[in-house]
T-cell receptor, first 115, second 115 residues
Framework: AQSVSQHNHHVILSEAASLELGCNYSYGGTVNLFWYVQYPGQHLQLLLKYFSGDPLVKGIKGFEAEFIKSKFSFNLRKPSVQWSDTAEYFCAVTPASGGSYIPTFGRGTSLIVHP | DAGVIQSPRHEVTEMGQEVTLRCKPISGHNSLFWYRQTMMRGLELLIYFNNNVPIDDSGMPEDRFSAKMPNASFSTLKIQPSEPRDSAVYFC?????????????FGSGTRLTVV
């Protein structure tokens, strides 16, 4: 079974600072990778996803993530955060073929951006 | 597209009572997931349906929990009897096709409080 680890539980930044949230997974085969965002009191929304091809994936709201297969990592980045980016961020992984196709989510990283 | 619809949004009940949570997936989505979110344990998968058939219910905590999907447009999660430790936000998510190629769409969740 796959697992996902998000190292940063809480991140506090000032507006315009750069953001990088770590995500590592463990799984022996090919995976599909996702980042979701959950704004306070809301449901999870898809930020971006990786299935194949260019390992640098661009998502909505200026976010991007890079898949580094050798490191089993899929870190989320944004060059300049805004107050409105305050939210919980979840990394998720799904086996790309076979298996159960069930997404496994990390514990999440809480991001607070000060204006 | 109305998205994944969950009801009720909030539920407060007394310990020992039966609770039924409802979910209407996006039309055409053939995979449906029930997740539970708590501060202590993060997002936990409870059960996964594909084409209305339960594929993996290993995450269902105990016999007090049961889930059904009588047709492609409706699923229920029932807790009987409810206990205070069941207090959490319960999310329903759907996807098509398997593997989440288009991402997983989450409902707004049901916040359950058992007193």
């Amino acid at each position: 079974a796959q697992s996902v680890s998000q190292h940063n539980h809480h991140v506090i930044l000032s507006e315009a600072a750069s953001l990088e949230l770590g995500c590592n997974y463990s799984y022996g085969g090919t995976v599909n990778l996702f980042w979701y965002v959950q704004y306070p009191g809301q449901h999870l929304q898809l930020l971006l996803k990786y299935f194949s091809g260019d390992p640098l994936v661009k998502g909505i709201k200026g976010f991007e993530a890079e898949f580094i297969k050798s490191k089993f990592s899929f870190n989320l980045r944004k060059p300049s955060v805004q107050w409105s980016d305050t939210a919980e961020y979840f990394c998720a992984v799904t086996p790309a073929s076979g298996g159960s196709y069930i997404p496994t989510f990390g514990r999440g990283t809480s991001l607070i951006v000060h204006p | 597209d109305a998205g994944v619809i969950q009801s009720p949004r909030h539920e407060v009940t007394e310990m020992g009572q039966e609770v039924t949570l409802r979910c209407k997936p996006i039309s055409g989505h053939n995979s449906l997931f029930w997740y539970r979110q708590t501060m202590m344990r993060g997002l936990e998968l409870l059960i996964y349906f594909n084409n209305n058939v339960p594929i993996d219910d290993s995450g269902m905590p105990e016999d007090r929990f049961s889930a059904k999907m009588p047709n492609a447009s409706f699923s229920t999660l029932k807790i009987q009897p409810s206990e205070p430790r069941d207090s959490a936000v319960y999310f329903c998510a759907s996807s098509f096709p398997r593997g989440g190629w288009n991402g997983y769409t989450f409902g707004s969740g049901t916040r359950l409080t058992v007193v």
